[in-house]
């Protein structure tokens, strides 16, 4: 909880009841790419002040009101009570983030996003507000990118993600058509990604953002899988994974997580 | 032709050699939901100082060189002989725009998103460069809108749209049980739409906004494929289907295309 960098909307008149009340809490999952992205962004923004409530999916505590909400790994002040899950995601799903101001959020690059406006995260274009022409372009190119990382990347990779991974966790066997399928649409986009990354460093351009963001959770996952050769077959591709997860506050989320990871395979096979 | 609202970048230098140059010029084909979502956008602006290229994608024109790109429906500088689509978009699909300085963009939400912006449609929130908090969270909420569009909507409608509409083109059986498991996601989406419109008009709020362009050619689609119920079995959203479709922008370019669907299935019926 260490070097928090945000104004605190209610900090001070909780102040005197909550001495250590975080800027926002984040509720997700490990495990979870979607809250992966949202715990990438405030990596990379050197962004500790939050309070992470982790749901338990197997139980379906994203859907319903869960009597008990633990554990807490940022905060000891971890509510033991908490509203229903569908009142901060109607949709029943995580992420969502919280704000003692009662403001909520969910959809995890609408979390992003916010988050790096919000607390100034170098990792998003100019703002087009400026109504400067390059400026507008800039945006416009920006929110191009963010479609093609949703719809022609994320949109297969997660479904190998459900087949091979939530699956099993479901008890179910993994449909090898879907997979098939979605592998192909995969490499086709990273056909058409080593051709753009030829000529940019990122995927929005020069400078890694967001966007880049996006994608880490489910290439890692790729990775998890078995299919890590779609990005290491691929030079530009793969010199761009490397850049990306070689930046420190990136791999140093990656290797913790891979050590929870283990940790929680090895706890299994006792 | 009539009442452009736009300066034109490029307009002075090229206005000897071709005095009607439209502002830009949008790639797209008849039937297509996405380039549909960019025409509505315009129609809503009030903006037809645009060229309408068609591509025909059952010769595949989005995804090599064409010869010849016909009809040009709303000029008559209509280019002969044009670079590959795949210059434009890269993937290979349509719509894309581009403007006489070399500006191209594809991806349909951020091509309306843009125009929108440039073009001060009244479709957009406030902008939050301006710092405010309000702003900020307004912007927020409308990603978040833009998000659940794309995810919980178009996802699954965009199923039942290729399966029974898109396949009937190219020939190929309908998967059933693909159109039954989608056709079940975009129920369970409108029922959590159902509760959100009883507390607001539009999908990102109290204003008719480009997200909610976004959903009408699928919702459109869903009609045509003989799902109108999905809408009008429920009150909230039936009345905002009826808001949206009684703008006059909106209700005149539904019917004229509806008039043009017409005038393509009498004469493949001769």
Redesign the interface.
Known sequence: MSNPITNR?GFVSKALRAPKMPAFTLYGSRGSTNTDRVRLTLAEGGFTDYEFVLLNLQKGEQKVSPSRELPNLNNINNPTQSPSNLTRH??GKIPAITFPSG?T???S???C??LA??YSFPLLPP????GI?HD??A???F??A???E???FA?PAGKISFELFAKKFMGLPADKAVVAQALKAVEG?FD?AE??LQEREYMAGREFTVVDVFYIPLVQRLFACGYGDVIQSRGAVNAWWERCVNRPAIRKMLAEDGGVAVAAAAAKRV
Do not use: N
Request: zero cysteines.
């Open positions: 909307p109607p949709f403001f959020l969910y959809e690059r609408a979390i996003t916010y406006r919000k703002s087009p507000a400026t022409e507008l372009e945006t416009a190119l929110d191009q963010q479609s093609v949703t719809h022609y949109e986009f058409v051709r753009m």
